[in-house]
């Protein structure tokens, strides 16, 4: 029998206590079935596997994780979390590791995804409600992806199905909800 | 019956006439919806990806307002925003200390028995569902329908409460009292690619093709939605899908309260199909 020793990660279990204080989620209690894994649509696209994804996260293996396309190509369909036989709450885990990777201003290796969650937060704070058209404007700037699918985009357009502005309303108590989650998350 | 009314972003933009179809047969029904004043977006998929604090508070904050206007019941019709607003109230149960945590995030308390309702949980049930019969002004029964219900309605059960989980049945009992067949097949609770739409393009093209050959497969006319984003990348990306995987499949996707509306009498000018990319009229002809 061969045997060989395993480098684990630096900070063994100290990832799994950092995902296990933004989510609450114990990732220790996954014993590796796979069943996430069979049921994610998205899996196909990713380089580990949701179920890879928690070993890793059980091992330690903060950068694989934190450097993986997986984090960012979740749907947050949430089918792992409902199929998970130990109620593991995995789609929760891949909120966390998402909120890690991004306090920790790492390169995502699917760039667009976040980018796509900054403007769009910062879209609804400043107006309140999704401005479709400003999102989609801001994205094409930061992606420099002009052409892409902008004869759909003027389709929508033609159909009403794009609101040519803003609307402002609800904009002030968002804006204040989310200055004070900014200021408590410095803290 | 009266509720408070969360239409969403995508309600008053992308799926105007989710919006318009709904308050009309609502409306039809005696169900009085009011908007909530002021309500300003969920949060969605960036901000549960972003914040924990910030996914809680924007749902709550919203029902704060709710409960200002002096209602406990909330009509919640995009899914997202269903799931989010669950979630918000599923948390705040279960986690110590968040929900004063919140309270001090909105600078506003709120009192216990808050409902989200998503309009097939009181549209599926008696009285409405015992009401459809005297309304029914065509006949759809030429009509061959599968009821798509996507992620987010009924995962995950211990959050959302909704209907059977796996298989859900709720809209093809608003539908087959209508006397639409409503047909089964596997696709209920896949994903579509959901918001990926802005991102990942690929990805949405991938899986809205399998619902799409889900639904061709067992021979349906059509395909009945609850949700803004699925209706998006189901109607919007045929072309795109034709042209990577070589299938037309034409298949109109409608919204369950445009066909309630069209069952209730109401115009195609009324329920703004003509919003629709993959038109329904051509079906729709075809059963008068």
């Not at chain 1, 404007?137 to 992806?145: C, F, H, I």
């Not at chain 1, 904009?171 to 989310?178: E, S, T």
């Not at chain 2, 972003?9 to 992308?14: E, G, K």
């Not at chain 2, 889900?214 to 984003?229: N, Q, R, T, Y």
């Amino acid at each position: 029998m061969v045997r060989e020793t395993v480098q684990l990660g630096h900070g063994f279990w100290d990832f799994g206590e950092a995902v296990k204080s933004v989510s609450g989620v114990d990732v220790n209690l996954c014993f590796q079935c796979a069943k996430c894994a069979s049921g994610c649509p998205v899996s196909y696209a990713m380089d580990y596997t949701p179920t890879q994804l928690v070993h890793a996260i059980q091992l330690g293996l903060t950068d694989l994780v934190l450097n993986s396309k997986t984090i960012w190509l979740c749907a947050s369909c949430q089918t792992c979390t409902t199929r998970c036989p130990q109620d593991v709450d995995l789609a929760g885990v891949m909120d966390a590791v998402r909120i890690i990777a991004q306090s920790k201003n790492i390169k995502a290796k699917i760039p667009e995804v976040p980018a796509f969650y900054r403007n769009s937060l910062r879209n609804i704070s400043l107006f309140g409600r999704m401005y479709e058209l400003g999102l989609i404007a801001v994205l094409k700037l930061s992606t420099r992806s002009f052409t892409k699918d902008i004869g759909l985009g003027l389709k929508m357009l033609r159909k009403g199905k794009l609101n040519i502005l803003p609307s402002f309303s609800g904009a002030l108590a968002a804006r204040r909800i989310f200055a004070q989650v900014k200021a408590r998350e410095k803290k | 019956m009266k509720y408070a009314y969360y239409p969403g972003c995508s309600l008053h933009s992308t799926a105007k006439e989710y919006d318009h179809s709904l308050r009309a047969v609502c409306s039809r029904l005696g169900i009085e919806l009011v908007e909530i004043k002021n309500w300003f977006c969920c949060g969605s998929t960036p901000a549960h990806s972003v914040s924990r604090l910030l996914a809680s508070a924007l749902p709550l904050g919203n029902l704060v307002m709710m409960q200002k206007m002096g209602f406990q019941e909330v009509v919640v019709p995009c899914p997202s925003c269903f799931s989010r607003f669950k979630s918000a109230l599923y948390r705040v149960e279960n986690e110590p200390g968040l929900r004063e945590e919140i309270e001090g995030v909105i600078k506003c308390g709120w009192s216990n028995g808050i409902r989200v309702y998503h309009p097939l949980e009181v549209l599926s049930e008696e009285p409405q569902l015992g009401k459809f019969a005297s309304l029914i002004k065509r006949e759809l029964a030429g009509l061959k329908v599968v009821c798509y219900y996507g992620c987010l309605l009924t995962r995950p059960p211990k959050v959302t409460q909704f209907d059977t989980c796996e298989y859900p049945e709720s809209m093809d009992r608003v539908l087959k009292a209508l006397g639409v067949a409503t047909l089964d097949w596997c696709y209920k609770t896949d994903c579509c690619g959901a918001s990926f739409a802005l991102t990942r393009t690929d990805i949405v093209v991938n899986l809205s093709h399998e619902v799409l050959q889900g639904a061709k497969s067992v021979g349906a006319d059509a395909i009945a939605v609850a949700c803004p984003l699925c209706h998006m990348n189901l109607d919007t990306r045929q072309e795109e899908i034709e042209k990577t995987h070589g299938m037309n499949y034409e298949l109109p996707i409608l919204y369950f309260t445009q066909l309630m509306g069209l069952s209730f009498g109401l115009s195609s000018r009324e329920l703004l199909l003509g919003k629709h990319f993959v038109s329904a009229e051509r079906k729709l002809a075809e059963v008068k």
